[in-house]
């Protein structure tokens, strides 16, 4: 019974179409490979301009994330990193002669440069796969040598964004080490990610997960339970966090770093490097209690692995938003152009946990949707969002929660040259149906509401809060 049910979802996950095809497989390859031979060329007319020895100077890309653990899907970006010698500065190599470089081939498009990021990088289309671009400058002119053999004193050297941008590499590196058997691994991966994505709880920048957290906690599922089978390596993943011990925190060598930033305080998750890391994390009280109701549900629903008859939509069912919420804190981001528009979406995003705790701050629990939408009956380009709202006889007033928010939003050069192009508008709004733009949910209606209402995820979050009364009204 228990390969029976592997199988089945092996192939419930072809047939939702998360497993790319040989296809798409060798264009993602073929992406890869001439984006280092870009490189290796930027490279070396670095050092022939500057008078350096460009026969040795090297340049070379590495890929991390969903990619290089193989567990992207057709639709997902490449995650890779550009590494450079000490030659080639950030400023202006990277972002202004490599970008010219790459701004000059036909198969580039899309390109911009997020410079004020974290983690600086370019993000473009490149035969219409998304890459995300940030750049690593190695003290050494062969960087492509060096890196490869990846030697921690050399790593140790470089800056403060170049090792950020590293700690996706070595993370990946990691968990291959790790995990005892590959396949089963990316098999669960595909799940979780999934799942995330169809319950709403799969953008760390709203509060939720980022692929990093799940391939950790997969890992971590996979080490402890090395012969599980695929199902019931997906059963145990349930059973285990939603009875994990929060704060305590994940970790797959059994080491924690010696302190603990306040972001990561609700769900601390270690990556597995040394020294050892939180990953980073937006968790707020609201969308840590969304995450251990979705992992009840998820338990509730598979822990019976001897059911054969079990049917995989449910347990990947689409959130029902619209029958989850009566009152939901609407965002409208526009801008003249759309280039513009997804470097504004993208900069406000960033933003977007300081909205959600002072959402909280007010008593309000708030369950931010990450899909986003478009108004039609807006001129200008423009996303929507729509984030679920629960609270008591409280009013909101939207023009204050807007000024406070900007303030985070134009703290510096960046934010101030967005905002001056472009707009941000909030609202509450009622509707039964806020999200038009999520995949269909009548083929799933009436197995679901055979469902008891956890299965669903329609149980109140106790956060102390209650749904808005209807008599209620916003101020903005």
């Known amino acids: 019974m228990d390969m029976l049910r592997s199988v089945s979802l092996i192939k419930f996950l072809r047939d939702a179409r998360v497993v790319p095809s040989e296809e798409e497989e060798q264009r993602r390859e073929r992406v890869v490979s001439e984006l280092e031979k870009i490189v290796m060329d930027w490279a070396k ?10 026969w040795i100077t090297t340049g070379t890309v590495l890929t991390f994330g969903s990619y290089a653990l193989g567990v992207y899907g057709p639709e997902s970006d490449i995650d890779a990193v550009c590494v450079g010698p000490c030659i080639a500065s950030l400023q202006h190599h990277f972002f202004v002669v490599l970008r010219q470089m790459l701004e000059a ?105 980022a692929g990093i957290h ?95 008859d079990i049917d995989w939509s449910w347990i990947f069912a689409p959130y029902p938003y619209g029958a989850r919420y009566e009152h939901f804190h609407r965002i409208v981001l526009s801008a003249p152009t759309t280039e513009e528009l997804r470097d504004w979406v993208g900069w406000v995003k960033s933003r977007f946990r ?22 039609h009956t807006i001129a200008e380009p423009n996303v929507v969002f729509l984030w679920g709202l629960m609270y008591r006889n ?48 009548s083929v799933h209606s009436q197995k679901l509401l055979n469902l008891p209402s956890l299965m669903l995820g329609f149980r109140q979050m106790n956060l102390g809060y209650q749904p808005m009364k209807q008599d209620c009204n916003a101020v903005g």
């Open 105 to 209: 081939r036909p198969e580039v498009s899309d390109l911009h440069s997020i410079e004020s990021a974290r983690v600086p990088l370019m993000r473009f289309k490149f035969n219409g796969v998304s890459v995300d671009f940030p750049y690593v400058q190695l003290p050494v002119i062969n960087a492509a040598e060096a890196i490869h053999a990846f030697d921690p004193r050399l790593l140790g050297k470089v800056d403060a964004a170049s090792w950020r941008c590293l700690s996706g590499v070595r993370v990946n590196r990691e968990i291959m080490q790790f995990v005892p058997n590959m396949k089963k691994f990316q098999v669960l991966l595909r799940c979780l990610k999934l799942w995330a994505r169809r319950r709403g709880i799969h953008c760390h920048l709203v509060g939720f997960f």
């Open 214 to 308: 799940l391939a950790v906690l997969g890992a971590y599922v996979c080490c402890r339970h090395p012969n599980a089978s695929v199902n019931a390596l997906l059963s145990l993943f349930f059973e285990i966090f939603s009875h994990w011990p929060w704060p305590l925190p994940v970790s797959l060598h059994d080491q924690t770093p010696l302190w603990s930033p306040d972001r990561c305080s609700l769900m601390p998750i270690v990556m597995p490097c040394f020294p050892p890391e939180f990953c980073a994390s937006s968790v707020t009280k609201s969308t840590f209690k969304k995450i251990e109701d979705e992992l009840r549900r998820g338990f509730a629903l598979t822990k019976d692995i001897r059911n054969i």
């Open 394 to 441: 409280t009013q909101i007033c939207t023009s204050s929660l807007k000024k406070d928010f900007m303030k985070s939003v134009i703290n510096n050069i960046y934010g101030n040259e967005k905002c001056a192009h472009s707009d941000i508008t909030m609202s509450i709004v009622s509707t039964p149906q806020p999200l038009k733009s999520l995949p269909d949910q």
């Open 354 to 375: 300081n909205l959600i705790l002072k959402l909280e701050s007010l008593n309000v629990g708030c369950d931010p949707d990450p899909s986003e939408q478009m108004d």
């Open 45 to 54: 007319r670095v050092a022939f301009h500057q008078g350096e020895q460009h």
